[in-house]
């Protein structure tokens, strides 16, 4: 089966670069006029089996990842959707849509409906997937048959994925795990210790559990790779943009527009979608009112602290 990368951000380039070590890999990017090296993903030198192009047409493999960040992804294929269809779409955004508050593998299937649709998705840094480290990731698909040759066909030596057929868990666990992972950074930036971002983690992964679960996903898959394993990694490095995001918050610093910063969007999402489904998630609404600029930062413990006391 053919593999191309739909946007040459840092993930999608870095996925592209270890794919392309099994086969010939097309990358996708509206604008790739760099050579040799992408200025998204510095220090990483393309090998030659991987082609770069700015035509759509030309990057219709049978297996399609899709690396374009949630907010984007709608508009893409609300464009793009009928030249994608009938195809494996694999989506590898973390975030929910803040129009139609749907995970990235709802907006695939509306605009896709023939396609075979799965999820990459777990603890995985862009930069380190390009250099070869080691990696373990989920691929979700809800037809198990198509999740087990979508494994075959995307792992390699240091990159191994765990199959699952719970895309609405894995999905939604990599996209609340941002919003939790701001939270954490937010904790430490403000100079509140190591031991608060742990109460934010645990207690924020019991809101993604809550969330997750209230949409139909299994708390097992919340536990795996794609929820807890990835809140861990974005909570506890400055790696992550979330983290810094976060960082930025809790020491009242500006933060560089411009970058992906999936969970400040996804927050608005979760906040929306909270009362919907009668769920009580009191830190990614908090972060929600932080990164909207609605609640500042040194009311945001208060906030937390002062809600009712209550069983664990
Ligand atoms: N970076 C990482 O370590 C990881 C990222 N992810 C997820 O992957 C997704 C993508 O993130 P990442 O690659 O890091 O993001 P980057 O910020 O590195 O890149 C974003 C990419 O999206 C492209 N883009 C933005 N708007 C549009 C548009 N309207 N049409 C087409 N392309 C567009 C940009 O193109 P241009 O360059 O032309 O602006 C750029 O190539 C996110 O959901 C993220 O959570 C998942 C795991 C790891
Ligand atoms: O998803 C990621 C790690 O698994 C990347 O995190 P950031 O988007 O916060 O950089």
Known sequence: ??????????????????????GPVTLWGRDVAWRGENPRLPGVVLPNT?????????????TVLLALPAQVLGGFLAQHGAMLDGRNLISCAKGIDLQTLQGPSALIRGACPDATVAVLTGPSFAADIARGLPTALTLACEDADAAEALQAQLSTGALRLYRSTDVTGAEFGGALKNVIAIAAGAAIGAGYGDSARASVITRGFAEMTRLATALGARPETLTGLSGLGDLVLTSTSEQSRNFRFGLALGHGRDFGAGTTVEGAATARAVAALAPQ????????????????????????????????????
């Open 50 to 62: 991987l082609r770069p192009t700015d035509r759509l047409d030309d990057a219709l493999a049978e």
């Open 1 to 22: 089966m053919s593999v191309s990368v739909i946007g040459a951000g840092a993930f999608g380039t870095a996925l592209a670069v270890v794919l392309a070590a099994k």
């Open 277 to 312: 489904l009668g769920v009580d998630l009191p830190i990614s609404q908090l972060v929600a009112g932080l990164a909207q600029g609605h609640i500042a930062m040194e009311h945001a413990l208060d906030i937390l602290l002062n809600r009712p006391l209550k069983e664990e």
